[in-house]
């Protein structure tokens, strides 16, 4: 192409070319096509007439069907060969430019044999003068679908480059859409959503009414068709990848801005022409678009990334605004502004420590709308944990992410910044800022900055060596409950819960250190017992998860409002079961077990590492041993172990393996009377059930192993998977704890009731392939 085409008057041809590639995939029919779009062609592309000629079904010939009248049609049949223009382009399928058509030797020029068929001129009395025609190819394999002819230019100037190159991406447009018009009913009358009606997702019938919605609401065909006849996203993609002829690209919540990328992408650009590029390296690219076609029309791809082997990929509208939404934030306000544009704006800029008037007079600047993106991009991406780390000297500030338990880098701020950006978090929860020599924590109520985002964080700033401060946010996202069905708990301890916390009255704990879930149980095993017949009073710090029935208590220290006391106000409030946070003092224990014994069922949490070890930290509170011993009803330790991804490679595993996972799993039963009896004869029982649990036909077991995708940002993992160890307190357990035994001798009992350690069902889940070895080990070392 030219140095003409990228003038102010080829980017408006682009623009009308694209206006007018979007009209032909919405166009319902092949009559349609080849009748009704032949004005609108002309006004691109400054022509006087346009046919568009159909390859014939033996190859020998193209047909053109032309209107009589009102009503009639008549068909034009050319033979594929030299002895006309048309049929030429069709027989050597290239495209041809010729400045009069009367012009022997010009039309020689091409093929000896090459001539214009002046008997239509003077039939029709319409006098030819420039002829552009290009063949119209299945992108496949080159076959030939059919031929478009352009007659006479209005300047009545010869054809340029311009309407050359246009004509070849016009040419592409037709092959997509007239390939699959051409195919029989009922494949053709539904446009590019004619895969829904052909693969049964919708019939033919429903498929009209909802076209008829749309045109009445003045909506989107595609917002009708997923909000009112629940069409989803994955079964529209289908239907317009087949159409389109490029693989279907649903929204991955998990995909990282691909920051090289985006550089010369606006979010204007991008909503308005709805085509982005998600992936590539300095040879290849990956864009997604609602319309490949009218992208490729735009030859916007090849200038703003040239040499590049562009790979398309079809969207929904929907799914592309929820990419757009998670490259650039949402325009309502939630995420609003580009992180990448915050930051390349802050750089060089020289700031000294904020003071609280400097700041509170600034409240709208850069510094401002950066946290708040920090912010909102980690609630986006998942993650859990939201780590800010200043270096001193000028060193840049690092801010990492923690998302499925590990930390990733997400950032990284210009040193200036480091003071003014906790000084600014500060502020948003209420700390002291002239404080930098001690801890504090504090919250965020989100809600309050940024109105549309409805979540809590807990924060902590902490000073570090060379005179700065870490600041360390738990994004504590509001949300429904589990099932108890979803938390991953194995068939035993799934029915043993269950038939724990039936019972009336007692004390149920969930152990663990912080993060590994034991609020999300609490309120899973709320929910189960959660009817409009029982009295559910929770006390939390923070409450993150709200249960219709529940009635809810946040702690608030500095008011007066602490555990122990809310929990004396709950027994005055006529309860059924208590849910207490956590019990972190001996009052508030001492409370909970008085409760349990007066006919309530008390549930709380506790920082400790394992199940039986929770029964000495409670007695080395000051718990009276038999009343403790009366009031328990079980005792839930767990864990959170990084889940392998859909992408995990399966592998047999060897003798080696299985003897190593063996021996780990044995050594947790040292303690028990069958072990110390015969340690071989279990040792075999174990191999035996695994075999017979886990192994397949051929008495092998099957491992998986992590491999990485885009899915899973080539970590090879994605989510996360609990592990359990529950422990019951049987009649036996009781006696223990009433004797104060040591923790060998109640984990010796529980085992020997049918207790699971912790290493033991992360072990039992790696045999199930939900995660491997490595990550068990991380998170049940001893």
């Given at each position: 192409?030219?140095?003409?085409v990228?003038?102010?008057?080829?980017?408006?041809?682009?623009r009308?070319?694209?206006?007018?590639?979007?009209?032909?995939?919405?166009?319902?029919?092949?009559?349609?096509?080849?009748?009704?779009?032949g004005?609108?062609?002309?006004?691109?592309?400054?022509?006087?007439r346009?046919?568009?000629?159909?390859?014939?079904?033996?190859?020998?010939?193209?047909?053109?069907?032309?209107?009589?009248?009102?009503e009639?049609?008549?068909?034009?049949?050319?033979?594929?060969?030299?002895?006309?223009?048309?049929?030429?382009?069709?027989?050597?399928?290239?495209?041809?430019?010729?400045?009069?058509?009367?012009?022997?030797?010009?039309?020689?020029?091409?093929s000896?044999?090459?001539?214009?068929?002046?008997?239509?001129?003077?039939?029709?009395?319409?006098?030819?003068?420039?002829?552009?025609?290009?063949?119209?190819?299945?992108?496949?394999?080159?076959?030939?679908?059919?031929?478009?002819?352009?007659?006479n230019?209005?300047?009545?100037?010869?054809?340029?480059?311009?309407?050359?190159?246009?004509?070849?991406l016009?040419?592409?447009t037709l092959?997509?859409?007239?390939?699959?018009?051409?195919q029989?009913?009922?494949?053709?009358?539904?446009?590019?959503?004619?895969?829904?009606v052909?693969?049964?997702?919708?019939?033919?019938?429903?498929?009209?009414?909802?076209?008829?919605?749309?045109?009445?609401?003045?909506?989107?065909?595609?917002?009708?068709?997923?909000?009112?006849?629940?069409?989803?996203?994955?079964v529209l993609?289908?239907?317009?990848?087949?159409f389109?002829?490029?693989?279907?690209?649903?929204?991955?919540?998990?995909?990282?801005?691909?920051l090289d990328?985006?550089?010369?992408?606006?979010?204007?650009?991008?909503?308005?022409?709805?085509?982005?590029?998600?992936?590539?390296?300095?040879?290849?690219?990956?864009?997604?678009?609602?319309?490949?076609?009218?992208?490729?029309?735009?030859h916007?791809?090849a200038?703003?990334?040239?040499?590049?082997?562009?790979?398309f990929?079809?969207?929904?509208?929907?799914?592309?605004?929820?990419?757009l939404?998670?490259?650039?934030?949402?325009?309502?306000?939630i995420?609003?502004?580009?992180?990448?544009?915050?930051?390349?704006?802050?750089?060089g800029?020289?700031i000294?420590?904020?003071?609280?008037?400097?700041?509170?007079?600034?409240?709208?600047?850069?510094?401002?709308?950066?946290?708040n993106?920090?912010i909102?991009d980690?609630?986006?991406?998942?993650?859990s944990?939201?780590?800010?780390?200043?270096?001193?000297?000028?060193?840049?500030?690092?801010?990492?992410f923690?998302?499925?338990?590990?930390l990733?880098?997400?950032?990284?701020?210009p040193?200036?910044?480091?003071?003014?950006?906790?000084?600014?978090?500060?502020?948003?929860?209420?700390?002291?800022?002239?404080?930098?020599?001690?801890?504090?924590?504090?919250?965020?109520?989100?809600?309050?900055?940024?109105?549309?985002?409805?979540?809590?964080?807990r924060?902590?700033?902490?000073?570090?060596?060379?005179g700065?401060?870490?600041?360390?946010?738990?994004?504590?996202?509001?949300?429904?409950?589990?099932?108890?069905?979803?938390?991953?708990?194995?068939?035993y301890?799934?029915?043993?819960?269950?038939?724990?916390?039936?019972?009336?009255?007692?004390?149920?704990?969930?152990?663990?250190?912080?993060?590994?879930g034991?609020?999300?149980?609490?309120?899973?095993?709320?929910?189960?017992?959660?009817?409009?017949?029982?009295?559910?009073w929770?006390?939390?710090?923070?409450?993150?998860?709200?249960?219709?029935?529940?009635?809810?208590?946040?702690?608030?220290?500095?008011?007066?409002?602490?555990?122990?006391?809310?929990?004396?106000?709950?027994?005055?409030?006529?309860?059924?079961?208590?849910?207490?946070?956590?019990?972190?003092?001996?009052e508030?224990?001492?409370?909970?077990?008085?409760?349990?014994?007066?006919?309530?069922?008390?549930?709380?949490?506790?920082?400790?590492?394992?199940a039986?070890?929770?029964?000495?930290?409670?007695?080395?509170?000051?718990?009276?041993?038999?009343?403790?011993?009366?009031?328990?009803?079980?005792?839930?330790?767990?864990?959170?172990?990084r889940?392998?991804?859909?992408?995990?490679?399966?592998?047999?595993?060897?003798?080696?393996?299985?003897?190593?996972?063996?021996?780990?799993?044995a050594?947790?039963?040292?303690?028990?009377?069958?072990?110390?009896?015969?340690p071989?004869?279990?040792?075999?029982?174990?191999?035996?059930?695994?075999?017979?649990?886990f192994?397949?036909?051929?008495?092998?077991?099957?491992?998986?192993?992590?491999?990485?995708?885009?899915?899973?940002?080539?970590?090879?993992?994605?989510?996360?998977?609990?592990?359990?160890?529950?422990?019951?307190?049987?009649?036996?357990?009781?006696?223990?704890v009433?004797e104060?035994?040591?923790?060998?001798?109640?984990?010796?009992?529980?085992?020997?009731?049918?207790?699971r350690?912790?290493?033991?069902?992360?072990?039992?889940?790696?045999?199930?392939?939900?995660?491997?070895l490595?990550?068990?080990?991380?998170?049940?070392?001893?």
């Amino acid at each position: 192409m030219n140095q003409s085409v990228t003038a102010p008057d080829a980017l408006d041809f682009m623009r009308q070319l694209q206006a007018l590639t979007t009209r032909v995939h919405d166009t319902a029919n092949l009559d349609e096509i080849l009748l009704e779009i032949g004005p609108a062609v002309c006004e691109v592309f400054g022509a006087e007439r346009i046919t568009i000629y159909i390859a014939g079904d033996d190859g020998n010939e193209i047909v053109s069907r032309l209107k009589t009248g009102l009503e009639g049609f008549r068909e034009l049949r050319i033979p594929v060969d030299d002895r006309s223009i048309a049929g030429y382009v069709a027989n050597h399928k290239r495209l041809v430019n010729i400045r009069n058509v009367y012009d022997a030797q010009e039309l020689a020029a091409y093929s000896p044999t090459l001539q214009f068929l002046q008997a239509v001129d003077k039939q029709t009395g319409f006098k030819a003068r420039e002829m552009l025609a290009a063949p119209i190819l299945a992108e496949a394999d080159g076959t030939l679908i059919g031929v478009i002819q352009l007659i006479n230019r209005r300047s009545q100037q010869p054809f340029d480059a311009m309407g050359e190159e246009g004509v070849r991406l016009f040419a592409k447009t037709l092959a997509v859409a007239l390939r699959q018009r051409q195919q029989p009913f009922p494949f053709g009358p539904y446009g590019k959503y004619q895969g829904l009606v052909t693969s049964g997702a919708m019939t033919p019938s429903a498929f009209q009414v909802a076209v008829r919605e749309a045109q009445r609401a003045k909506l989107d065909l595609e917002t009708v068709l997923t909000q009112n006849y629940q069409v989803k996203p994955a079964v529209l993609g289908a239907a317009l990848a087949q159409f389109f002829g490029v693989p279907y690209e649903p929204f991955r919540a998990e995909r990282a801005k691909p920051l090289d990328l985006m550089k010369s992408i606006k979010r204007e650009y991008a909503a308005e022409h709805e085509w982005l590029p998600v992936e590539g390296d300095g040879k290849q690219l990956t864009v997604i678009a609602t319309d490949p076609e009218r992208v490729r029309a735009g030859h916007v791809v090849a200038h703003v990334f040239p040499g590049r082997q562009v790979a398309f990929r079809i969207t929904t509208r929907a799914e592309f605004q929820q990419t757009l939404a998670q490259f650039f934030g949402e325009e309502n306000g939630i995420g609003g502004g580009d992180i990448d544009a915050l930051l390349s704006g802050m750089e060089g800029d020289e700031i000294e420590t904020l003071t609280s008037e400097d700041i509170t007079a600034a409240q709208d600047n850069e510094l401002v709308k950066l946290v708040n993106q920090i912010i909102v991009d980690a609630h986006r991406q998942g993650a859990s944990d939201i780590h800010i780390e200043p270096a001193p000297g000028n060193d840049k500030l690092r801010i990492r992410f923690r998302r499925d338990g590990a930390l990733s880098v997400y950032r990284e701020v210009p040193a200036a910044y480091r003071s003014p950006m906790v000084t600014r978090l500060k502020i948003m929860c209420d700390l002291d800022i002239s404080e930098r020599r001690k801890p504090q924590d504090g919250k965020i109520k989100f809600k309050k900055f940024m109105p549309g985002l409805d979540i809590e964080l807990r924060v902590a700033t902490i000073p570090t060596a060379g005179g700065v401060e870490d600041v360390v946010m738990r994004i504590l996202a509001a949300g429904e409950p589990l099932p108890l069905d979803k938390l991953a708990l194995s068939p035993y301890n799934l029915t043993t819960l269950k038939s724990v916390v039936a019972k009336p009255y007692g004390l149920f704990f969930v152990c663990g250190p912080t993060g590994s879930g034991k609020t999300t149980t609490l309120h899973s095993v709320l929910k189960h017992l959660n009817t409009d017949e029982t009295k559910i009073w929770t006390a939390e710090d923070p409450v993150e998860i709200t249960q219709k029935g529940l009635r809810q208590v946040q702690v608030n220290v500095k008011a007066g409002l602490t555990f122990a006391s809310v929990m004396r106000a709950f027994l005055r409030a006529d309860p059924d079961i208590i849910m207490v946070g956590e019990m972190r003092d001996a009052e508030t224990t001492g409370i909970g077990i008085e409760a349990s014994l007066t006919g309530h069922l008390v549930l709380a949490t506790l920082h400790t590492n394992s199940a039986p070890e929770s029964v000495i930290r409670l007695l080395d509170m000051g718990m009276d041993p038999f009343n403790f011993a009366d009031a328990l009803l079980g005792i839930l330790a767990q864990r959170l172990a990084r889940r392998l991804c859909s992408c995990k490679r399966p592998y047999v595993a060897t003798q080696a393996e299985l003897k190593l996972m063996l021996d780990e799993y044995a050594s947790e039963l040292q303690h028990t009377r069958a072990w110390q009896e015969n340690p071989k004869a279990s040792f075999e029982a174990i191999y035996q059930e695994w075999i017979k649990r886990f192994g397949g036909e051929d008495g092998k077991i099957t491992l998986y192993e992590p491999v990485g995708c885009e899915a899973c940002n080539n970590t090879g993992y994605k989510g996360r998977v609990g592990l359990h160890e529950l422990l019951v307190g049987s009649d036996e357990v009781k006696r223990l704890v009433q004797e104060r035994a040591r923790v060998a001798q109640i984990l010796a009992q529980a085992l020997e009731e049918g207790m699971r350690t912790l290493k033991q069902d992360g072990i039992e889940k790696v045999l199930a392939g939900i995660t491997d070895l490595h990550q068990v080990r991380a998170v049940c070392i001893k």
